[in-house]
């Protein structure tokens, strides 16, 4: 009887392992969806971005005065944004900051994008002569690379080829690979 309990008990320990282990890989593949499915809805959102600032151009192209552009120039930004890391981290080269703007809360409510005011910590920032979008706080796409740019949604690990290393030859092994080769030139030599 002892014997028939002892089993029963690590049968309840093995069907609660196995239990703990299910649930675990359940949360973790549906926290990897709940990922997905913000960095797919931050691109979707990006797209947006990027529709209404090619309108926004060529509107303002027709008519400057009725149809500026929106946001705040980088090198012009005023006191109250502050994003000295994101400018740290070199996405955007200082000499590109005449060609961005930073999208603030007002400048998204007047192009008419009132769902992404609240929607994100970070900010969008534009150019208007290529309409790359940039996001201040970034991403980590499905390939698990940080992203900033909308012209970084395909963005693949770049395969490094490994050139084979060759063996650093000593001395006497160079001077036998010398004599080899010019073996090898007189036989072709007498081929020819």
């Known amino acids: 009887?002892?014997?028939?309990?002892?089993?029963?008990?690590?049968?309840?320990?093995l069907v609660i392992a196995v239990i703990v282990f299910v649930i675990v890989l359940g949360v973790r593949y549906t926290m990897d969806l709940i990922q997905k499915e913000k960095v797919k809805n931050l691109q979707a959102d990006m797209l947006i971005v990027k529709t209404k600032v090619e309108?926004?151009?060529?509107?303002?192209?027709?008519?400057?005065e009725e149809n500026p552009l929106r946001g705040?120039?980088?090198?012009?930004?005023?006191?109250?944004?502050?994003i000295t890391e994101f400018l740290a981290k070199n996405v955007i080269t200082q000499e590109e900051y005449e060609k961005y703007y930073l999208l603030d809360s007002e400048s998204l409510q007047q192009m008419e994008?009132?769902?992404?005011?609240?929607?994100?910590?970070?900010?969008?920032?534009?150019?208007?002569?290529?309409f790359e979008v940039v996001f201040s706080e970034g991403y980590e796409n499905e390939n698990g690379l940080w992203c900033y740019k909308i012209s970084d949604l395909e963005k693949k690990p770049e395969v490094e080829k490994k050139e084979e290393a060759l063996p650093v030859q000593s001395d006497e092994v160079a001077e036998g690979g010398e004599n080899?080769?010019?073996q090898t030139e007189e036989g072709n030599e007498t081929i020819e």
């Open 55 to 64: 309108t926004l151009k060529g509107k303002h192209t027709l008519n400057q």
């Open 180 to 182: 080899a080769q010019e």
């Open 72 to 82: 705040y120039q980088l090198t012009q930004l005023p006191e109250n944004i502050n």
């Open 1 to 13: 009887m002892v014997r028939e309990e002892g089993k029963s008990s690590i049968k309840l320990v």
């Open 113 to 130: 994008l009132q769902d992404l005011v609240d929607k994100y910590k970070g900010y969008f920032i534009v150019n208007y002569d290529d």
